[in-house]
């Protein structure tokens, strides 16, 4: 099993460059970042930008995978955003992971002035951004006029370290989101769905794991070629309520085929609210076994 951290872009980087190179020194596989301009309602405190603080987080560190988690075509264009994931992979001597979803409703979605759309509409968005995106970075020169975006010669030299592109990591619960997971992803992520009973929300962790096994096999994918993340705190309880409880965890989605999970820097207050002693214990004490899972 290989696990993975959530620093959210919330503290100066005087403050955040702590946990980065403390989260490669403990061992974790790789360590990600929210991919928003403004997050429910932490849009009223600090928050900074993703791509920035990847770019500095991979200065920091030497061999932890860095990843979003998720970037989103909310208020990214492929033609930019590609430009960005090259050099992002250049900085980082090939260690990015491209984690990529529809986009939710919200800041991001309003911010720019636009109005927020509906379900269909933001799969449709998603699945022309994530063609596109994987079209500039495999190619050089790309020209496109679609629904949601249009490119004219679209440019990706030098191109991405890892070849034949960054690994894309697609969130995907619904039927035609996992299509395209099975059809562009190295990895699929899910959440779950949203309960307020664990068991509930294993169980759905499971339906789903089912769906992707059933899109795989629609489509003659080998399963063994889609790696699969759990993001654990998208449960009811938080992942690092305590040590005992993280293990559980872990050996409960490693049970469900999941090769990757993935936890978040424990907060003060608020979202992922928790006792950093915790996470120190797991990183310090567990981590080692838990990676053996």
Known sequence: MRIGIVILPDQRWSDAQRRWRQADEWGFDHAWTY????WR????????DSVTTLTAAAT???RIRLGTLVASPNFRHPATFARQVTALDDVSGGRLLLGLGAGGIGFDATVLGGETLPPRQRVDRFAEFTELLDAILRG???TWRGDWFAAVDARSNPGCLQQPRVPFVLAANGPRSMGL???FGQGWVTIGTDTEDLAAWWSSVAELSARMDATLDRVGRDPATLD???SLDSAPVF???SADFFAEQVDRAARLGFTDVVTHWPRASSWYAGDEAVLVDVAT???PDLRRV
């Open 181 to 183: 997971a099975a059809r």
């Open 285 to 287: 004490r567990l981590l």
């Open 239 to 241: 992942s690092l309520s």
């Open 140 to 142: 050089d020169g790309t």
């Open 41 to 48: 309602d932490l849009v009223d405190g600090p928050w900074f």
């Open 228 to 230: 699969r993340y759990l």
């Open 60 to 62: 920091v560190t030497s």
């Open 35 to 38: 991919d928003h301009l403004g």
